[in-house]
């Protein structure tokens, strides 16, 4: 027997989107799309799974240099098993794929997952489909942070360690702001959430680009505006361990509380109803967001309409149930920014397009179409 969120999570789902602002949700008949019939969740996975390791051996095959897709996946299996295979490529091809191109296909990889994963979480705490960390301007405030300590030369965690915690500090504070002003009575409008997060964002972007401005080291200037547009170039190895942990960490307290994410669908007093402590869940779950979104704007910039983008399509896929969606979004996400990041690299060159220019060309139209949608579904409610 389907479980009460599978029956009904197509209508929640609409609700949601057609009237954010509601506190509670009827429940409605039943109804599964063709697509959900035609599809089942493990072969869903199964091809996205499939899919990001395409993606990855793809990622680390094309470059300046092409490197065979065999001779990829024999390097990698010696690193695996050591002496199983007989290495016949030349030696600068282990230097290219396990020096250069690995460690930044890895954080590409988990950057995207990242991304995904706390855009569907914040479309369900705010119950709002056009939530996203760059939209409601978590990653500006993170990256605010970051550029300040950079700018002032503070390094008293260490040159890593120092940008990540300022970038945690300033995307809570700014989602908290946007949450402030966004609510008006206990109730949340898709305009006055929109409204919030894209004014904030501009003022926190006046803030960086004013600092950046009074930068006296003209390097620390170039490097600075090139992270802030988004990239995964020049990844080392040691950048990877924090991120890492950190995605895995708050993909597994995201699966762990996706129960309470599906009773924030039918609206608040519903979810209070069933014993959800609906504003000391969603505190909790703003930190989480916010602790992962600045870590990964401190490694990888401000790259947008990733957690966008991603839900949407997983959610036409595997309904709205986010036992089902955040592992889905997570292996979509990662996918899409690894091949986003091979096409950043490979399009143009040998001169680079920033990652997060690329993710917003497809990220704008997505946006300006949700929008379209969200606003005739708006009308036809009232």
Same mark, same amino acid.
């Given at each position: 027997m389907r479980s009460s969120v599978d029956a009904l999570s197509e209508d929640t789902n609409q609700a949601v989107e057609s009237n954010p602002a509601a506190d509670s949700a009827r429940p409605a008949p039943e109804r599964v799309s063709p697509r959900e019939r035609r599809v089942s969740y493990p072969v869903v996975l199964v091809l996205l799974g499939a899919a990001l390791m395409v993606a990855v051996v793809v990622g680390l095959a094309v470059g300046s240099v092409s490197l065979p897709p065999t001779d990829v996946v024999a390097i990698l299996g010696q690193q695996v098993f050591p002496g199983w295979i007989d290495p016949g490529w030349p030696a600068t091809y282990d230097t290219i794929l396990l020096d250069v191109r690995l460690p930044r296909v890895l954080l590409a990889g988990i950057v995207g997952a990242g991304l995904s994963a706390v855009g569907t979480a914040l479309q369900a705490l705010v119950r709002n489909?056009?939530?996203? %960390?760059? *939209?409601?301007?978590?990653?500006?405030?993170?990256?605010l942070g970051a550029v300040t300590l950079l700018v002032t030369g503070a390094t008293v965690l260490g040159t890593l360690a120092t940008p990540m915690v300022a970038a945690f500090a300033g995307s809570m504070v700014t989602?908290?702001?946007?949450?402030? *002003?966004?609510?008006?009575?206990?109730?949340?409008?898709?305009t006055r959430l929109v409204l919030a997060g894209v004014a904030l964002s501009y003022v926190l972007s006046a803030l960086t680009d004013l600092l950046l401005s009074t930068a006296s080291d003209p390097h620390l200037m170039a490097s600075i505006r090139f992270w802030r547009l988004g990239s995964v170039a020049g990844t080392e190895w040691q950048t990877l361990p924090i991120p890492a942990i950190v995605v895995l960490v708050g993909l597994a307290v995201l699966l762990w509380q996706s129960g309470s994410l599906n009773l924030l669908l039918a609206g608040e007093e519903s979810a209070g109803t069933l014993g959800l402590d609906v504003h000391r869940f969603r505190t909790g779950m703003f930190v989480l967001v916010s602790l992962m979104t600045g870590v990964m704007v401190a490694v990888s910039g401000a790259i947008g309409f990733v957690g966008l983008m991603v839900p949407h399509a997983v959610r036409m896929l595997v309904g709205a149930d986010?036992?089902?969606?955040? %592992?889905?979004?997570?292996?979509?996400?990662?996918t899409f920014l690894i091949l986003a990041d091979l096409?950043?690299?490979?399009?143009?060159?040998?001169?680079?397009?920033? *990652?997060?220019? *690329?993710?917003?060309l497809c990220g704008g139209p997505f946006f300006v179409w949700l929008l379209r949608r969200q606003t005739r579904r708006e009308k036809a409610d009232r």
């Open positions: 489909p056009l939530a996203d %960390p760059f *939209l409601l301007g978590i990653s500006s405030g993170a990256s989602l908290a702001a946007v949450y402030a *002003l966004a609510s008006s009575g206990g109730r949340m409008t898709t986010h036992r089902r969606v955040l %592992p889905t979004a997570t292996l979509l996400g990662a096409a950043a690299r490979t399009v143009a060159a040998p001169q680079e397009i920033q *990652l997060g220019v *690329l993710t917003a």
